[in-house]
C-alpha cells in the first residue's frame, strides 16, 4: 500500500486478556519501529526492528510485551496480561535505513 | 529525564502571520532532528529535517533553524494556515541509532 497501515484501528478489552496489534509497514522500508502515546504524554519508543539484525528492544517497559517481525515486512506487536496502564495509542512507523520515519494512523488500545 | 524539550504546550497564532516552535536538546551526539505534525486521531505526519551539518533547512512555508551551540532549533511556519493548526514535534537521533526521541509536543492553534 501507500503508506503504513495498523489493525485493528481500535481496541477495547477487558483487564488480563492479550491483545495483537498489527502494522504493515510501507513496501521496501528496512525499518519498522513501535511507539506509544499515552493521554497527555508524547510518544514513548518501543521497539525498533532493522533488517535481519537483532531488534532494539530497549523500550518495551515489561515482560508482557513483545513483538515480531517476518522478514521486511508485517510486525505484531503483543500485550500479555494486558493493565489498565497499558491503555494508549500504539504506533508503528516504517523508513528506509537512513530517512525519516513513516508513521501508521496508529491503534486505541482501552484496557477496562 | 527529558533529552528533548518542548517548553511551550501551546501556541495561538493569527493567520497570515508566522508561526516559530521552539525546541532544545540535552544530548551533544544527536546529529539529526525531525519535526512532525499530528492531527487529533492521526498518526504524526514527516514535515522536514535537518542534518547537524546545516543551520538552516527549508521547505515551502516551512523552514527549520538549528543552533547547535545552544543545542536549540525551530520550526517557522510562514505565513500560517488554520490548516496548519495541529501538534508539532521536535525529534532527534545520533549517528546509527534510529531511535527517536521525542519532545512532548506543541499544540498550534492558527485562528482565522
Known amino acids: 500500500g501507500a503508506g503504513v497501515s495498523q489493525s485493528p484501528s481500535n481496541k477495547v478489552t477487558e483487564k488480563g486478556k492479550d491483545v495483537e496489534l498489527r502494522c504493515d509497514p510501507i513496501?521496501?522500508?528496512?525499518?519498522l519501529y513501535w511507539y506509544r502515546q499515552r493521554l497527555g504524554q508524547g510518544l514513548e519508543f518501543l521497539i525498533y526492528f532493522q533488517g535481519n539484525s537483532a531488534p532494539d528492544k530497549s523500550g518495551l517497559p515489561s515482560d508482557r510485551f513483545s513483538a515480531e517481525r517476518t522478514g521486511e515486512s508485517v510486525s505484531t506487536l503483543t500485550i500479555q496480561r494486558t493493565q489498565q496502564e497499558d491503555s494508549a495509542v500504539y504506533l508503528c512507523?516504517?523508513?528506509?535505513?537512513?530517512?525519516?520515519?513513516?508513521f501508521g494512523p496508529g491503534t486505541r488500545l482501552l484496557v477496562l | 529525564d527529558q533529552q528533548v524539550k518542548q517548553n511551550s504546550p501551546s501556541l495561538s497564532v493569527q493567520e497570515g502571520r508566522i508561526s516559530i516552535l521552539n525546541c532544545d536538546y540535552t544530548n551533544s551526539m544527536f546529529d539529526y532532528f525531525l519535526w512532525y505534525k499530528k492531527y487529533p486521531a492521526e498518526g504524526p505526519t514527516f514535515l522536514i529535517s535537518i542534518s547537524s551539518i546545516k543551520d538552516k533547512n527549508e521547505d515551502g512555508r516551512f523552514t527549520v533553524f538549528l543552533n547547535k551551540s545552544a543545542k536549540h532549533l525551530s520550526l517557522h511556519i510562514v505565513p500560517s494556515q488554520p490548516g496548519d493548526s495541529a501538534v508539532y514535534f521536535c525529534?532527534?537521533?545520533?549517528?546509527?541509532?534510529?531511535?527517536?526521541?521525542w519532545g512532548l509536543g506543541t499544540s498550534l492553534a492558527v485562528n482565522p
Open positions: 512507523a516504517s523508513s528506509l535505513a537512513s530517512t525519516a520515519q513513516y
Open positions: 513496501s521496501g522500508h528496512t525499518a
Open positions: 525529534a532527534a537521533n545520533a549517528g546509527n541509532n534510529r531511535k527517536l526521541i
